[in-house]
């Protein structure tokens, strides 16, 4: 133990004043080998690193840019009144007999079958399914249109190919669904009562906070893509070889956070359309830009 801490200390005294002495900047941890301690004979280690390399950022004071700027319309405008209205739509229950159409509100109670047995998550109920807004896989909405209320319907469906979950991708699957409530839907009006359900006075300060609220969008896009192309002209004038060890462990913190995204969203690669490799390809070179502009900013 007491060598342990002997050792220790030597390494933490000594190494600062031998990277200072070198003028050697580490890219990243050092790795120390100890040698084996003998009593009455001088301690030595190794310690074997990677050098961060010197960087002197050029070419940037010069860089011509150009600022994109826009304006909201009153195209625009309307067309974020509309999303609201369909946010605030309302629905209301249609009269008994009534079929069920595109647009309308149905309560369903449904359970999924493969192989004639139920499969796991293919079982809902009491959900209040919109027709129309693709929130079950293909021909499942389509086949409820026409059913009335306390009808029981069979769907044989297949699930996509690129479904998230392997073991349904491409499955032949079939679902019986019995309907209950229907209720159609119809858009609130624009007034000053539907701008109060979202905080502002009247139909005017809601347009106004729309106008501003897209205004603000494309200030973000802009400000975005001006920051884009100022990093690649100082990528594109500062070529250097890259430490290697802080490539490999910045790819792994992009890697962790990617992969664990996609575990939380339920995706796989067929969803993306890539292979891993590909993708993994793609964060390496996004690793290696996060690196050189990294150094590129320091030096700045």
């Known amino acids: 133990q007491v060598q342990a801490e002997m050792t220790e200390a030597l390494v933490q005294r000594t190494l600062p004043r031998a990277l200072a002495s070198e003028k050697l900047t580490p890219a990243a941890q050092p790795q120390v080998t100890l040698s084996t301690v003998v009593v009455g004979e001088d301690f030595t280690y190794t310690v074997a690193f990677e050098v961060l390399p010197e960087v002197k950022a050029t070419g940037y004071q010069s860089i011509a840019l150009t600022r994109y700027v826009a304006t909201p319309s009153a ?8 999303e609201l209205q369909n946010a605030l739509k309302i629905f209301t229950p249609k009269a008994d007999g009534a079929k069920v159409a595109k647009g309308d509100r149905v309560l369903i109670d449904a359970v999924g079958y493969k192989g004639g047995a139920p499969f796991e998550g293919g079982e809902v109920k009491q959900y209040k399914l919109e027709i129309g807004s ?23 469906l297949t699930f996509p ?6 073991e349904l991708a491409a499955q032949k699957v079939q679902f019986k669904v019995k309907l209950g409530t229907i209720e159609t839907a119809s858009l609130p009006p624009v007034d000053d009562a539907l701008a109060q359900k979202v905080g502002a006075k009247d139909v005017a300060e809601l347009k106004q906070r729309l106008q501003e609220d897209a205004q603000r969008t494309l200030q973000k896009a802009s400000d975005q893509r001006l ?10 004038a500062n070529p250097f070889t890259l430490p290697q060890t802080m490539v490999d462990q910045e790819f792994v913190t992009l890697w962790r956070t990617f992969t664990q ?23 390496k070179q996004l690793a290696a830009r996060r690196v050189q502009l990294g150094l590129l900013l320091a030096a700045i």
């Open 75 to 82: 195209a625009d405008v309307d067309a974020a009144v509309a």
């Open 161 to 166: 190919k690129d479904y998230f979950s392997p």
């Open 134 to 156: 693709d929130t079950f896989i293909p021909g499942f909405e389509e086949g409820l249109i026409g059913g009335t209320t306390g009808q029981e319907l069979t769907l044989d």
């Open 227 to 236: 920051k884009r192309e100022l990093f690649d002209a100082l990528v594109a």
């Open 261 to 283: 995204d996609m575990a939380r969203k339920g995706a796989n690669w067929a969803m993306l359309g890539k292979t891993e490799a590909e993708m993994q390809a793609e964060y």
